[in-house]
């Protein structure tokens, strides 16, 4: 069974789609590491962004692969490593590029080949998984998205005015709704999943309710 977590930054996707696959047994799958792990990868390897042809040449030589919950770049674990604010403003080099896009997507099916997985995105359910069993579109407002982002950071040591929060997730919003393939938006048979008001539990809760509905009907 395949179950898709689709939404935007700072929804809370990624705890979510672990802990609910935790507790199903299924595989988890971040597709956003394997976009992050490629842009550290391009980063490192001082690929010219503003050439797609190189940015496509260099994605299509990277070896990515996903263990557990761990990415690994060239057989190295870069899963800390690609969360820094350097990959995530290059991100977008790569994850426009249509070529790019295929060739990640074709990576994301060959990991879940077999496996019962959580996957989560951006394009999941709209169009890696189009026939993905179960697909859920989980979003909260850019405001509420932000103030947990502010909270995350303090209790880091990191804090960040609220302001400058927004400002950026607006800009990533922008450009995962504008890209021509894999844009970010709810497939059509995704139940949608508004998260303002509520606490991870809640949101749990629901998304394992809707998850077993699923599996009752598929199993008749
Ligand atoms: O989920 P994340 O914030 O780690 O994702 C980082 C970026 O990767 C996101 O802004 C867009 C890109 N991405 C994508 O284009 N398609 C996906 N399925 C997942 C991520």
């Not at 890696?128 to 040591?157: D, W, Y």
């Not at 804090?159 to 400002?167: C, F, G, R, T």
């Not at 991870?200 to 998850?211: H, Y």
Request: proline share 5%; with cysteine; glycine share 8%.
């Amino acid at each position: 069974m395949i179950v898709t977590i689709d939404g935007p930054a700072g929804a809370g996707k990624s705890s979510i789609a672990k802990i609910a696959a935790e507790r199903l047994g299924f595989a988890f799958l971040d597709t956003g590491a394997l976009y992050r792990a490629v842009t550290l990868g391009a980063i490192r390897s001082q690929v010219d962004f503003d050439n797609p042809e190189e940015v496509i040449q260099y994605a299509n030589g990277a070896v990515v692969q996903w263990n557990a919950d761990r990415v690994l770049l060239g057989g190295e674990d870069v899963s800390d490593q690609i969360r820094t604010p350097p990959v995530t403003d290059a991100i977008h080099f790569l994850a426009d590029l249509p070529e790019v896009r295929t060739r990640l997507s074709e990576l994301q099916r060959e990991i879940t080949v077999g496996r019962d997985v959580v996957t989560e995105g951006r394009d999941q359910g709209s169009e890696v998984f189009p026939n993905a069993e179960c697909k859920i579109f989980l979003t909260a407002s850019a405001e509420e998205r932000a103030k947990r982002r502010h909270q995350q950071l303090a209790e880091m040591g990191r804090p960040l005015p609220i302001e400058d929060i927004l400002k950026a997730q607006d800009g990533r919003d922008e450009k995962d709704r504008s890209r021509p393939m894999g844009a970010l938006r709810p497939a059509d048979d995704a139940v949608i999943i508004d998260s303002d008001g509520m606490d991870t539990s809640t949101v749990l809760d629901k998304v394992l309710e809707i998850i077993e509905a699923k599996r009752k009907t598929l199993e008749g």
